[in-house]
């Protein structure tokens, strides 16, 4: 059964305001955010630092939405401000952190948990509902598609989380915001840095390409509204045939096609026009054969593919490691 429970949020970044959003939109009480520079949120209330201890006897979840560097000194300082959090909830949203920095709350006896959602907030919105219809339209290098972000759509099923802490805390956790339509996966504290890095390399990294690949068809003389456009829409659907495929289906390209000779077209001309996109070039095409696998790929392939990558990463590296 549902109970009707109120959130807390310190903290008014991206990920803060996003939350709220999802979790206002799903029908959790949110009593507002605190900050110390008194921000304003649309749709919000504000309150002061030195409200905090006062808002936090009404909220049945305080969530730390700051900075990784200041979850300790954040949860200390709730500890001396606040004083009985007994079988109260605090989580913070840090991937990379874990829930012992809550240690000063959970010494005074609150329940304490890292929920770390695996989204991107840069917009602090959602994608829209990708049952709608597509369209693509070219307006200063944008592509507004499936995927185009609108703050309407946030909602909390939309959004995997992770929750990492005490068993009991867990429970806890998952038992307050399970009926909002919150999933989320448990993480044991000593897998916090591999699943953090998995979160670089699913959302930053993919920046990073994005960038490489625009700068690469720029150099190749596409002007920049082209170049965001192709970038924008291959972008898109790529992320599509992931999430409706899984990406070992959704592969595309050289490597899927056992293409060798493409492959060595692609690091020729990047080492002589863009030398610092050799290594990464070479190290990905290794992750995309690993992900395919060499009875799909053929020994045959596998062994020209690690021999043509051997010449740009060295011997020490291949598919064989």
Known sequence: MKKNISVLFIGTGRAARGLSSAFSAAGVKVLGLVSRRRRAVRGFRVYSARDVAKIVKRADIVVLAVPDGAIAKTSEGLARRCRDVTGKVFV???????????FALRDKGAHTAALHPFYSFASYS???????????RREAGRFDSCLTPRASCLALRQIPFSVEGPPEAVAVVQR????YGVRAAIIGPRDKTLYHAAAVFSSNFTVGLQTAAQAMLKEAGVGDVDARLMVSALLTSTAL??????????????????????????????????????SAYATMTLVLARGQGPKKLGKQFVGGLHALIARYLGEGEGLHN
Request: charged content about 20%; proline content about 6%.
């Open 126 to 136: 959602a994608f829209s509902d990708q049952r709608s219809a597509c369209s693509g």
């Open 241 to 278: 045939n992931v999430v409706a495929r899984g990406p070992t289906d959704a592969l595309t390209g050289p490597v899927v096609r056992r293409d060798l000779g493409t492959i060595g077209m692609h690091l020729s001309e990047l080492a002589r026009r863009a030398p610092h996109l050799v």
């Open 176 to 179: 307050l915001l399970g009926p």
């Open 92 to 102: 913070h949203l840090s991937g990379a952190r874990e829930s012992g920095d809550l």
